[in-house]
């Protein structure tokens, strides 16, 4: 696989990613796209996967950038000796597996911390740790459904909707350990000593409804949800339709933003139209909002917008995203190997984030993986041998 050197704030620090799927990877993509010499270790297929995958390209999967992919066998003796070898040498691991299988393995906390005291070992479960729980499968729709966010997610009369899988694997997930992690390591360079960190989706997803909770508990939000100022219940907080069948959104909730929102749709001046806040009206001002968003194409409402304060913005495709002026301006969105994909966020300006390689297939880096860790070639040939490595 093609490398560029690494840059960003975390640069100097080494993780051990042991592979999962979802938040885990998105963790260990944004500590790695921030500079971290990440090093994924996961299940390959046997052969010769670094021939193959010069010859196939890149992995599709985009969470697995910027960090090479080491095929081995979690489960063979030898296999684990070398990861708590890297262990020695690292100053993270992260790891997705349900509670007590990391332990079974014999690559749990313990058995890692006794190798480097000063290890942060990150743990990303979605019901966490402990609790009656803690066992059971599960994924984002239910994480969240615990954690009370489902509930408020969807229109009034209607079910809840699940925001694909953004708030608990990767907001409450993926995310939180990400924070975790360098709160965690910035605490070991002080004190010489790692800590576990449990990051569960379920809590991460309630955390995320910190500022909902405020508002219900001081008696502005309804339970019932799409009746609130956020959850589609305001006219001036909402997902319009336009004439060509595209959409626009608006979210002119201040009182000058709201101004600016009535003028770009022609109703500034109508002294029938009900104040902002009258919520018995809320219904009536919103069909009337629809009435008027249907009379122009989304491009129209666009240009009727643009450069006001009115919150008034197209809804983009994520496959069109790329292509609006403002994302191309602030390269949000960068191509990497032929492919565009979102851009390492946020941004520093001193040490900037990249995207230091494509995904690779797994066990892709077998060789050269290890090699940026200290083991020699002669080392990886042996444990390919007896079945350890891929």
Known sequence: MTQTSRSGPLHGIKIIELAGIGPS????????????QVIRLERAPAGAPEQAAAKSGPHWDLLNRSRPSVGIDLKHPEALELVLHLVEQADGLIEGFRPGVAERLGVGPEACRARNRALVYGRMTGWGQDGPMASMAGHDIDYIAIGGVLWSLGRAGSPPVPPINLVGDF????????????AALLEAARSGEGQVVDAAMV???????????S??????????????????????????ETADGKYFAAGGIETKFYAALLEGLGLADDESFPAQMDRAQWPAMKERFAAVFRTKTRDEWEAVFDGTDACAVPVLTPWEAHRHPHNAARSTFVEVAGVVQP?????????????????SPPGADTVSGLREWGVDEGTVAKLRETGALS
């Not at 809590?203 to 909770?213: F, Q, R, S, Y």
């Not at 508990?217 to 001036?236: M, Y």
């Not at 990249?354 to 995904?359: A, G, L, T, V």
């Open 203 to 213: 809590d991460g997803a309630a955390t995320l409804m910190t500022m909902v909770h």
């Open 343 to 359: 851009a390492p966020s946020p941004r520093f300006s001193r040490t900037p984030s990249s995207i230091s390689r494509p995904p």
């Open 215 to 240: 508002f219900h508990d001081s008696g502005l939000w309804n339970e019932e949800r799409g009746t609130n100022l956020l959850d589609t219940g305001a006219p001036f907080y909402e997902v319009y």
């Open 25 to 36: 990877p998105f963790t260990a993509m944004m500590l790695a796209d921030a500079g971290a």
């Open 171 to 182: 907001g409450g997930g993926g995310m939180l350990l990400a924070f975790g992690m360098v």
